[in-house]
């Protein structure tokens, strides 16, 4: 069950692997709300390598980190690092984990994580590699949904930029563990790349969102990733064309959670904060107890 060294995709990981995290996380929660201090990771360091903003990621496995005992250290500007001098990823891991017990990597480009496991003496976990994958993120909203919905027979609509999104990416690969339905709604040139489908089996469905909000458990909504896109012409045509407000939720089910890997940008009004349906805050702070759970699994 679990137990593995680095946690690269979510492909890695089974149905059973997954469920066992979740338990894990389930344990943690009082911790993870400041009720009691941990100690099984007394005397262990992490060390954020970050080559990309973040505030959730870099932020919660730090949180995670020091109230189960342990020790943070960060390299977050590239300019401040010998990356500038030109150091490469390989070196810079393979220095980092003399360091460190374990590294938690955020890379513009997709498959950098792998790349680094293979060079890194310590377990190296992926806090997102370009438009690849996000699989703590996966984790953090496979427990926001079972804490707040339910994961058996889950009808979920994955909204926005669904071609660059690296959290539906990860997302949509866990949720056919699950046997959910899936609707997939965006503009058409946002829309999930077909070769990302091939050897994905599950029930995935496009639509668009009026179709299907009196039917959905769960609406996931991205915002257009406007640092991945080639050209500032292109995200220009697409800004602004999604948006969620309270009118858009008016036929929802009473039920229905809305979700947000976050940062938003204008895609979700804030007039929906205030609704029953918001759960993009709390799944923020879920990631704590989740990641509490990962870095148990990597270095114990
Ligand atoms: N959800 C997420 O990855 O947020 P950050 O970019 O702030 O880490």
């Given at each position: 069950?679990?137990?593995?060294?680095?946690?690269?995709?979510?492909?890695?990981?089974?149905?059973?692997?997954?469920?066992?995290?979740?338990?894990?996380?389930?344990?943690?929660?009082?911790?993870?709300?400041?009720?009691?201090?941990?100690?099984?990771?007394e005397?262990?360091?992490?060390?954020?390598?970050?080559?990309?903003?973040?505030t959730?990621?870099?932020?919660?496995?730090?949180?995670?980190?020091?109230?189960?005992?342990?020790?943070v250290?960060?390299?977050?500007?590239?300019?401040?690092?010998?990356?500038?001098?030109?150091?490469?990823l390989a070196?810079?891991?393979?220095?980092?984990?003399?360091?460190?017990?374990?590294?938690?990597?955020r890379?513009p480009?997709e498959?950098?994580?792998?790349?680094?496991?293979?060079?890194?003496?310590?377990?190296?976990i992926?806090?997102?590699?370009?438009?690849?994958?996000?699989?703590?993120?996966?984790?953090?909203?496979?427990?926001?949904?079972?804490?707040?919905?339910?994961?058996?027979?889950?009808?979920?609509?994955?909204?926005?930029?669904?071609?660059?999104?690296r959290?539906?990416?990860?997302?949509?690969?866990?949720?056919?563990?699950?046997?959910?339905?899936?609707?997939?709604?965006?503009?058409?040139?946002?829309?999930?790349?077909?070769?990302?489908?091939?050897g994905?089996?599950?029930k995935i469905?496009?639509?668009?969102?009026?179709?299907?909000?009196?039917?959905?458990?769960?609406?996931?909504?991205?915002?257009?990733?406007?640092?991945?896109?080639?050209?500032?012409?292109?995200?220009?045509?697409?800004?602004?064309?999604?948006?969620?407000?309270?009118?858009?939720?008016?036929?929802a089910?009473?039920?229905?959670?809305?979700?947000?890997?976050?940062?938003?940008?204008?895609?979700?009004?804030v007039s929906?904060?205030?609704?029953?349906?918001?759960k993009?805050?709390?799944?923020?702070?879920?990631?704590?107890p989740?990641?509490?759970?990962?870095?148990?699994?990597v270095?114990?």
């Open positions: 069950m679990a137990h593995f060294r680095h946690l690269i995709s979510i492909d890695d990981l089974s149905r059973a692997d997954i469920l066992y995290i979740l338990d894990r996380a389930e344990e943690y929660e009082e911790i993870a709300m400041g009720r009691g201090m941990g100690r099984v990771l005397g262990k360091l992490l060390a954020n390598v970050f080559f990309e903003p973040s959730r990621t870099r932020m919660s496995f730090e949180v995670a980190m020091k109230r189960l005992g342990g020790d250290i960060n390299m977050t500007a590239q300019e401040a690092s010998s990356v500038a001098k030109g150091e490469s070196d810079t891991v393979r220095v980092v984990g003399k360091y460190a017990d374990v590294i938690v990597l890379h480009l498959g950098a994580a792998r790349f680094a496991a293979e060079h890194s003496e310590v377990p190296v992926n806090a997102g590699d370009g438009a690849g994958q996000h699989p703590t993120q996966t984790l953090l909203d496979l427990y926001t949904i079972r804490k707040e919905s339910s994961l058996d027979e889950l009808k979920i609509a994955l909204m926005g930029d669904l071609k660059y999104s959290t539906v990416h990860s997302l949509i690969k866990a949720l056919t563990l699950f046997d959910a339905e899936i609707y997939l709604v965006s503009p058409p040139s946002l829309a999930l790349p077909e070769d990302f489908l091939e994905v089996r599950g469905y496009t639509a668009q969102l009026d179709e299907i909000i009196e039917e959905i458990d769960v609406l996931y909504v991205t915002r257009i990733q406007k640092e991945r896109f080639p050209d500032e012409e292109e995200y220009k045509k697409v800004a602004g064309s999604y948006k969620v407000t309270a009118e858009t939720l008016r036929k089910n009473r039920s229905l959670i809305i979700m947000h890997p976050l940062p938003r940008v204008d895609e979700i009004d929906v904060d205030r609704t029953r349906h918001a993009y805050f709390q799944q923020t702070f879920y990631g704590v989740v990641r509490m759970a990962i870095l148990s699994e270095m114990l």
